[in-house]
């Protein structure tokens, strides 16, 4: 990928999931080995979660751009433990997607480019075929997906995004104790992420593939 070309083009989409009532946990995500101690409780390397033991599933879908943050849409999955399949994502969000693309098709015209939206391998976004109704749904309405290998490792800068927010509920004296207060929360925190912030995420992408090409994390055809 010709990451420097198409950095501030991307509309970067991800879905994440929250769990009401559940027990607390701190995951380290993020800790560089040559820094040994010194990164061991540092708060940007730390990923808040809970474990999921009888808890209530929240799934939210956001996207990101440069100068750009779409609202927030939480998804109700349809299989069990709250999962959601391509029709709940089609329903949910792809059809409420329109409007979201225009907005940011705005936003990348004005500096010269053509928008790409980027989603994950997720079995839901139906990346599989091009017959499924997912599939079918972006072509028909001329959505240009970024290409990348599926087992190409997560660089989406809006992973940072849900950290923010983890770490922000987090951070709460008062936890979400229902659904409704977990959807609330979560949508103070995500809109309480500041543009500029979001913005410089995207810039630094350059560095962080970089860095993983360096490290043979991604490997580059000859």
């Known amino acids: 990928m010709n990451w420097p070309k198409v950095r501030e083009e991307l509309g970067l989409s991800d879905e994440v999931t929250f769990h009401v009532r559940g027990r607390s946990a701190k995951v380290k995500v993020t800790r560089?080995?040559?820094?040994?101690?010194?990164?061991?409780?540092?708060?940007?390397?730390?990923?808040?979660?809970?474990?999921?033991?009888?808890?209530?599933?929240?799934n939210a879908w956001g996207a990101i751009g440069f100068g750009y943050k779409s609202p927030l849409i939480f998804v109700d999955g349809t299989c069990k433990k709250g999962a959601f399949k391509q029709v709940d994502y089609l329903v949910q969000v792809l059809k409420h997607l329109r409007p979201i693309l225009?907005?940011?098709?705005l936003i990348i015209y004005t500096l010269g480019l053509v928008p790409l939206f980027m989603e994950d391998g997720?079995?839901?976004?139906?990346?599989k075929s091009a017959t499924n109704c997912c599939a079918q749904y972006r072509s028909?309405?001329?959505?240009?997906?970024?290409?990348?290998?599926?087992?190409s490792p997560?660089?989406?800068?809006?992973?940072?995004?849900?950290?923010?927010?983890?770490?922000?509920?987090?951070?709460?004296?008062?936890?979400?104790?229902?659904?409704a207060e977990m959807r609330q929360a979560v949508l103070e925190e995500w809109e309480a992420?500041?543009?500029?912030w979001i913005n410089k995420l995207i810039l630094k992408q350059e560095h962080w593939v970089t860095v993983l090409i360096q490290r043979h994390g991604w490997s580059t055809p000859n």
């Open 32 to 58: 560089n080995i040559h820094y040994g101690e010194s990164e061991r409780y540092c708060e940007d390397c730390i990923q808040y979660r809970l474990y999921r033991g009888h808890t209530t599933v929240v």
């Open 102 to 105: 225009d907005a940011f098709a």
């Open 122 to 127: 997720n079995t839901a976004h139906g990346h």
């Open 140 to 151: 028909k309405h001329g959505m240009v997906l970024l290409t990348h290998p599926s087992t």
């Open 154 to 179: 997560d660089m989406n800068p809006i992973e940072k995004c849900w950290r923010w927010i983890k770490q922000a509920l987090h951070r709460r004296r008062y936890q979400p104790t229902t659904e």
């Open 193 to 196: 992420i500041p543009q500029e």
